[in-house]
């Protein structure tokens, strides 16, 4: 079965520093698609980033990158320059197993950016 | 576009009361799903639909929940009888096929079960 984990609870990062949230998953599904998705208080799921099973390069978006170690079974997600409003809970997902288009969600990590 | 939408925002119920939650996906997107968000289990598939046919019903918890999809345009989430552990958020989401193609959220229905 899938399973994503996020061993961070809660992390914090000053303002304009990097910071990395770490996620590691199982599957033995050569195919399979990872998501990082970003909840603010107000409660919304946004998509922040996704990585394919089979591509080469690391995925980036603005700010945020993917550091994806197949091997290890790692997609850690990486945000650049940290803002204030990146104040959230991020979640780690998989999706595409066994052909299910479903998303297997992590538990989630709480940042919070201090000024 | 106007994204996914949801009604009702929150629901305040008795336990005991049926309960129905709606959602009308993204034009054009072929999948639906609804998920539910609770502290202790965090977020879960209840059910997801592909051309309005249920496809993986695993995640719903027992027959008090069913869910429907009668046209690509509207679906809902239904418990009856309703119970307090039932409260949580619900979302709903939709996407295009492929596993590399985001799902996108609706903003979550928030239900109280007292």
């Known amino acids: 079965a899938q399973k994503i984990t996020q061993t961070q609870p809660g992390m914090f990062v000053q303002e304009k520093e990097a910071v990395t949230l770490d996620c590691t998953y199982d599957?033995?599904?050569?195919?399979?698609?990872l998501f990082w998705y970003k909840q603010p208080s107000s409660g919304e799921m946004i998509f922040l980033i996704y990585q394919g099973s089979y591509d080469q390069q690391n995925a980036t978006e603005g700010r945020y990158s993917l550091n994806f170690q197949k091997a290890r079974k790692s997609a850690n997600l990486v945000i650049s320059a940290s803002q204030l409003g990146d104040s959230a809970m991020y979640f780690c997902?998989?999706?595409?197993?066994?052909?299910?288009?479903?998303?297997?969600f992590g538990k989630g990590t709480k940042l919070t950016v201090n000024p | 576009d106007a994204g996914v939408i949801q009604s009702p925002r929150h629901e305040v119920t008795e336990m005991g009361q049926e309960v129905t939650l709606r959602c009308k996906p993204i034009s054009g997107h072929d999948y639906l799903f609804w998920y539910r968000q609770t502290m202790m289990r965090g977020l879960e598939l209840l059910i997801y639909?592909?051309?309005?046919?249920?496809?993986?019903d695993s995640g719903m918890p027992e027959d008090r929940f069913s869910a429907k999809m009668p046209n690509a345009s509207f679906s809902t989430l239904k418990i009856q009888p309703s119970e307090p552990r039932d409260s949580a958020v619900y979302f709903c989401?939709?996407?295009?096929?492929?596993?590399?193609?985001?799902?996108?959220f609706g903003p979550g229905t928030r239900l109280t079960v007292t």
């Open positions: 997902a998989m999706r595409g197993q066994g052909g299910s288009e479903k998303l297997v």
């Open positions: 639909f592909n051309n309005n046919v249920p496809i993986d």
């Open positions: 599957t033995s599904d050569p195919s399979y698609g």
């Open positions: 989401a939709s996407s295009l096929p492929a596993s590399s193609v985001q799902q996108y």
